[in-house]
T-cell receptor
């Protein structure tokens, strides 16, 4: 089946620290991969995406590379800010039964302290 | 601005009562989705609709019902059969299934609690 496994946290970092959130997936076919971010009390916002192997998604200083050989899509940021405090979800999108479906990881809560 | 509007933001339900959560989008998206979010469990798909007047069960459809009479609207009813309805409910939409690289766009959610 299709599934996503990600670091669950919670994780607390100091401002300007390096961030890595691991995400691995299991899928049949060639899924698209996404990172979503959820700020407190809000819905999910798309952070970045990659649609094929070796694609790199980037946005707001975050990056993730679609690695087919390791079935991974790890999220990284070189220097986090307090405003990055949120829950981060890794997701894959696949076609099943004639419809498009998203499968989410369980999310990882990040707190960045000044 | 285009987007997805969910209402109300907070909703309270008495035991044995049905409640309906609203989801409206003005993005002209064909597909709409309802998810349930519980602490530590990520998002789980309740129902989805690829086109008007058609919808499909997701992974946890029991105790819920939906309708899709208009492209812009996809209301979710939490029935009295749903024994554990307290959760954060998220509505999403996407363009259509032929563009599977396109992401889903999410509303700000409705938090449902039992009185």
């Amino acid at each position: 089946g299709n599934s996503v496994t990600q670091m669950e946290g919670p994780v607390t970092l100091s401002e300007e620290a390096f961030l890595t959130i691991n995400c691995t997936y299991t899928a049949t076919g060639y899924p698209s991969l996404f990172w979503y971010v959820q700020y407190p009390g809000e819905g999910l916002q798309l952070l970045l995406k990659a649609t094929k192997a070796d694609d790199k998604g980037s946005n707001k200083g975050f990056e993730a590379t679609y690695r087919k050989e390791t079935t991974s899509f790890h999220l990284e940021k070189g220097s986090v800010q307090v405003s990055d405090s949120a829950v981060y979800f890794c997701a894959l999108r696949y076609t099943g039964g004639g419809s498009e479906k998203l499968v989410f990881g369980k999310g990882m809560k990040l707190t960045v302290n000044p | 601005d285009g987007g997805i509007t969910q209402s109300p933001k907070y909703l309270f339900r008495k035991e044995g009562q049905n409640v309906t959560l609203s989801c409206e989008q003005n993005l002209n998206h064909d597909a709409m989705y309802w998810y349930r979010q519980d602490p530590g469990q990520g998002l789980r798909l309740i129902y989805y609709s690829q086109i008007v007047n058609d919808f499909q069960k997701g992974d946890i459809a029991e105790g819920y019902s939906v309708s899709r009479e208009k492209k812009e609207s996809f209301p979710l009813t939490v029935t009295s059969a749903q024994k554990n309805p307290t959760a954060f409910y998220l509505c999403a939409s996407s363009i259509d299934k032929r563009t599977h690289n396109q992401p889903q766009h999410f509303g700000d959610g409705t938090r449902l609690s039992i009185l």
